[in-house]
């Protein structure tokens, strides 16, 4: 097997510092409900980490927690950092700690993006989550901002194969963040969107 990719769309609730994916007719009456009838994210990369394959994908496209528990000491606000493992790439649909945007029919701005990303010539499964980054950025105006942990190094796998002489997407790597000279800080700061690395953040602020 060369990938294997789990796309988790539902609502999610961070318990105790665990993301928990709610099945629909979960009771709620208490938080501890969530936590019995809950689906662990993390239990799920455990699971994953047995499977034989180059990449492991695993993409959270997350709506917030029902209201009966959100009041709850133990719930925390959006989801709750997972590290990637060796050979896996985790994305969220918001960055951990953000409050999750309630998705507008027939889909929400996460999968909008993604399936757009994914009809673009990039070389690899990192450059389509930072192209669908970039606009779900751009449309929420900073409401959302998906987050990727990639830990595939460099694999060399996409989506779909590049076409014989098609020129790939450029998308922006860890340390291009300067301005150029016929570009606006504006455009700059979406390279740092794409590559969304903390050095990359603190040089732009510089």
């Known amino acids: 097997v060369e990938t294997v990719l789990v796309y988790l769309d539902g609502r999610v609730a ?3 510092g665990e993301n928990l994916l709610l099945p629909v007719g979960t009771p709620l009456d208490r938080t501890s409900d969530a936590v019995l009838g809950g689906f662990r994210i993390d239990d799920l990369v455990k699971v994953m980490k047995t499977i034989p394959a180059k990449a492991r994908i695993v993409v959270v496209d997350a709506a917030a927690a029902p209201e009966e528990i959100i009041g709850a000491k133990s719930f925390g606000t959006g989801l709750a950092i997972v ?4 050979g896996f790439l985790i994305t969220f649909n918001q960055s951990p700690g953000r409050p999750l945007v309630e998705p507008q029919p027939p889909m929400g701005s996460f999968m ?3 399936i757009d990303a994914l009809q673009q010539p990039v070389a690899s499964y990192g450059d389509t989550f930072a192209l669908a980054r970039q606009r779900v950025f751009d449309e929420s105006r900073n409401r959302e901002m998906p987050w990727t942990h990639d ?8 989506f779909f194969p590049l076409p014989p002489g098609t020129p790939a997407v450029m998308v922006a790597r860890s340390g291009a963040v300067r301005a150029g000279e016929n570009e606006t800080s504006g455009e700059a700061f ?3 969107i794409a590559s ?3 050095a990359d ?3 732009f602020l510089v």
């Open 14 to 16: 961070q318990i105790d």
């Open 196 to 198: 969304d690395t903390m």
């Open 201 to 203: 953040y603190q040089s």
């Open 151 to 158: 830990s595939l190094g460099n694999a060399g796998l996409s």
């Open 83 to 86: 590290e990637a493992p060796p």
């Open 112 to 114: 909008r993006a993604f």
């Open 190 to 192: 979406k390279r740092v």
